[in-house]
């Protein structure tokens, strides 16, 4: 019933489409989701979820995770980061990658929804860790599509990586172009 809702609004009302949902059925991976330029993007990345019905994750620190929202957060995939112990961010995620039989973590390698440069390498070295591939996720807001590319393991040489994965994100427009890192 909530599938079919989501598939309504999504779809119908607001006129979206996903394109390359099969390339996220691997059970684990890192989906990065570019641009990031608006708020948004949270509602297209739940609507995402919800019409595909494969569980997507996030991470936040453990502190969100308290009543009462704790609940709320875990219902939409979220998974709260522990770094105690003198663990990085990267040996901790990749931790949560080794307890979990099916994990598929979003991030925005912008790291901001302001104009970036350059992304940021954390994602890569997440996958490198947890020695699973990326899947580049575009929410192309100019075509109103969700374009999920093939999934990718890194090689360990990320200049060499990167320059195949922004191949996916090419003429892509963020909902506020002018913030999106421009590729």
């Not at 360990?156 to 195949?164: P, S, T």
Request: hydrophobic share 40%; charged share 25%.
């Amino acid at each position: 019933m909530k599938k079919r809702l989501y598939k309504f609004i999504f779809f119908k009302l607001m006129g979206w489409k996903i394109v390359g949902i099969e390339n996220a059925e691997v059970k684990k991976c890192i989906l990065m989701v570019m641009p990031h330029t608006s708020n948004h993007d949270f509602y297209i990345g739940l609507f995402t979820r919800g019409i595909s019905g494969l569980q997507m994750n996030w991470v936040g620190k453990k502190e969100l995770f308290k009543f009462p929202f704790g609940y709320y957060f875990r219902n939409v995939g979220g998974e709260p980061l522990d770094r105690t112990g003198g663990l990085n961010k990267v040996d901790s995620i990749a931790a949560i990658f080794d307890r979990k039989e099916v994990f598929r973590l979003a991030v925005a390698p912008e790291g901001t929804r302001k104009g970036v440069t350059e992304i940021k390498t954390g994602f890569y070295y997440i996958a490198l860790k947890a020695n699973v591939p990326t899947v580049p996720v575009a929410f192309d807001w100019g075509k109103k599509e969700v374009n999920l590319g093939k999934p990718f393991y890194p090689t360990g040489n990320y200049e060499a990586d990167w320059e195949i994965l922004k191949q996916h994100y090419k003429g892509v427009l963020g909902k506020i172009p002018e913030n999106g890192i421009q590729i």
